[in-house]
């Protein structure tokens, strides 16, 4: 699947070379700079805005902020506009924008937004950020699993359906068994047969990937919510009630102020996974088996002349990104909630897909949009909770928004593996 939404302004040959220079960066910095002014011109506050950054059981306590909002909120303001001339120089010199330059003006821009929709109340920071993160870790398993398979040359539109797969045999098997680590287990064997039926009718049938797919995900939709409402709804207390992960406070690392509190007193699933995101990044550049994944999802036909199985190089690495996706389901059924509901996903894999496009098909970039996607869906409970201004129906729209951007505004030029959604046919 490849996806190329640059808008090139200008292309100077300098000595054979193309160099395109994009503005949609620049533009982007305008109208939220703009965008922002105005929010605070038509609804401007007067408030005091609190921002709390420690937990009880931090070893070093952070103090408590409070900002005068509409000075703060204008400074800010200020901050992105020097951002979005900066760009605009860079601009005219036919130079892109640095990315340091993005990650200051998106940090100064969000600051500024909670400056003036918590105005009056204050925003528990570490909540708000730990939140984010376990909103998240469904998204960045899913996202790694469709970066495994579109590096291999298979599109994996069936994200959501392995998601949701997980989660159904999580709860099952951690029901009948009362053993959180056998959900689990099941809960990547559930991903792998949604990914073995993907490879079935896409690398052997060379069916269109895109609607298997798609028909993937409607299947396994109507099969759980039929199991759900025939077999688990009726006998909930034996079929539908598993065990949850405890959260582990990991000693010394878990005390560390604002980061502790976030990444190191979380639950035995979120450990595995800052440990799969460092083994597949690692194996994808720096194994001999990442190299013949990129290689059959590059070009297959070159793979094939020097010994490489293109079609079992495929299956065994959408078997395994199955497997990565599914342990994203257990996490809503062994975590979050314990039971499984239905279409408890809400379509998470359509936005992991997302990530792995707004990452250039890489497994680190894809966790860290990722991130972004579940920040976005966090903050529109925490400023509910607080009270903001900003109109409900904004917030629930808010992260579907970002995804948006972040796939046709902000991911620059894109380009998918050459051989991606191409079925390999040896002649």
């Keep these: 699947m ?3 939404v640059s808008m090139p302004i200008q292309e100077t040959p300098i000595a054979g070379v193309t160099t395109v220079v994009e503005r949609k960066t620049t533009v982007i910095f ?3 700079t703009v965008g922002l002014a105005l929010i605070l011109l038509l609804a401007g506050v007067s408030d005091d805005t609190t921002f709390r950054l420690a937990t009880p059981d931090d070893w ?3 103090p408590t902020v409070t900002v005068p909002a509409a000075p703060t909120a204008w400074l800010l303001v200020v901050l992105c506009a020097l951002c979005t001339a900066a760009s605009a120089s860079l601009l005219l010199k036919e130079r892109r924008t640095p990315l340091w330059l993005v990650v200051v003006f998106a940090v100064g821009w969000m600051i500024g937004f909670l400056t003036w929709a918590a105005a009056g109340a204050t925003i528990p920071v570490i909540g708000l950020l730990a939140g984010s993160l376990a909103l998240a870790v469904p998204l960045v398993f899913g996202a790694l699993g469709g970066v495994l398979g579109e590096r291999s040359g298979v599109v ?8 949701l797969a997980g989660a159904f045999a999580a709860a099952v098997v951690g029901s009948m068994t009362g053993t959180t680590w056998f959900g689990l287990l099941a809960a990547m064997g559930a991903g792998m047969l949604v990914a073995l039926l993907l490879g079935l009718f896409a690398i052997s049938y060379f069916v269109d990937q895109v609607i298997v797919g798609v028909v993937l995900n409607v299947l396994i939709i109507g099969l759980t919510s039929f199991m759900f409402s025939q077999v688990l709804a009726p006998n909930a207390e034996s079929l539908n009630n598993p065990p949850r992960f405890d959260k582990i406070d990991i000693p010394v690392l878990g005390g560390i102020p604002l980061i502790g509190p976030i990444l190191f007193r979380q ?6 996974l800052y440990v799969v ?3 597949v990044t690692w194996a994808l550049y720096r194994t001999r088996w990442g190299l013949r994944v990129r290689a059959v999802g590059e070009h297959p036909t070159a793979a094939d002349t020097v010994g490489i199985k293109v079609n079992r190089t495929r299956y065994r690495t959408i078997i395994l990104a199955g497997a990565i996706a599914g342990m994203g389901g257990a996490f809503y059924t062994l975590v979050s909630v314990p039971q499984f509901n239905r279409e408890m996903t809400g379509g998470a894999g359509y936005i992991a897909l997302a990530a792995v496009i707004f990452g250039k ?13 579940g920040f976005a869906s966090n903050l529109q409970g925490v400023l509910s909770v607080i009270g903001s201004p900003v109109p409900s129906q904004f917030m629930l729209m808010l992260p579907y928004v970002v995804t948006i951007f972040a796939v046709a505004g902000l991911v620059g030029k894109s380009r998918a593996p050459a051989a991606d959604g191409v079925p390999y046919i040896k002649g």
């Excluded at 639950?267 to 595995?272: A, F, G, H, M, N």
């Excluded at 098909?361 to 996607?373: E, K, Y």
């Design 2 to 4: 490849s996806t190329d």
């Design 30 to 32: 305008a109208l939220a």
């Design 60 to 62: 070093a306590e952070l």
């Design 156 to 163: 994996n539109i069936a994200i959501d359906g392995q998601l």
């Design 267 to 272: 639950t035995v699933v979120v450990y595995i």
């Design 277 to 279: 995101v460092a083994l």
């Design 361 to 373: 098909w890489d497994p680190i970039r894809a966790t860290l949009a990722a991130l972004l996607f």
